[in-house]
């Protein structure tokens, strides 16, 4: 029988604007900022599953195939450091409704069945930097990228190598 796997729901971005990401961090934050996320690996959490078996998983993914929730348009213009798990992230400062509903069904179809959901906040981010302990001079305001959400991903997370890697394991359309 196969082994659980580590998983999470999450907005994946285009090829196009990871590459973008990727470019304006290094011109936006100094070198030694943090342990940078692999461009290809930059994706917005909408939740977080933890270790899931395999059954778990094929609920999970039933529940998700019925979302019916509509596209929207994700605005890119906040950026923020957080010192205690030393992440620097790029965000948005009024999250779209459609995010948020998608977020929260995620969350609550997770937690009924049986993973536990953090009682904080949703906050919507994309984490650029990891390891961030010093204090860190954020982009000044005026940046801004937007991007059209057309669906959301399962992700499998693996450890190996010293480094975190993401597997895309199904996509489901928003409508």
């Given amino acids: 029988m ?11 971005l285009p090829a196009r604007l990871q590459r973008q ?4 961090r290094a011109q936006a934050f100094e070198e030694h900022t943090g342990r940078p996320v692999a461009g290809a690996s930059l994706h ?17 993914m039933t529940l998700a195939g019925r979302i019916r929730q509509p596209r929207f348009t994700l ?9 205690r798990p030393g992440v620097v992230w790029l965000g ?6 459609g995010l948020i509903q998608l977020a929260d069904l995620l969350r609550a179809q997770a937690a009924r069945n049986g993973c536990h959901q953090s009682n904080a906040p949703f906050h919507p981010h994309i984490t650029l930097y990891r390891q961030a302990t010093r204090p860190v001079a954020l982009p000044p305001p005026g940046f801004c990228w937007t991007t059209d959400v057309q669906e959301f991903t399962l992700f499998a997370s693996e ?3 010293g480094r975190t890697r993401y597997q895309a394991l199904h996509s489901w359309p928003l409508v």
């Avoid at 659980?4 to 994946?12: V, W």
């Avoid at 990401?21 to 304006?24: D, E, G, M, T």
Wanted: net charge positive; hydrophobic share 40%.
């Fill in 21 to 24: 990401l990727v470019s304006w």
């Fill in 159 to 161: 450890f190996s190598r």
């Fill in 2 to 12: 196969p082994e659980s796997q580590r998983l999470f729901f999450a907005l994946s």
């Fill in 44 to 60: 917005m959490t909408l939740a977080f599953l933890a270790d899931v078996s395999p059954e778990k998983q094929q609920a999970l």
């Fill in 92 to 97: 948005t400062r009024q999250p779209p409704r």
């Fill in 75 to 83: 605005r890119l213009d906040d950026a923020g450091h957080w010192p």
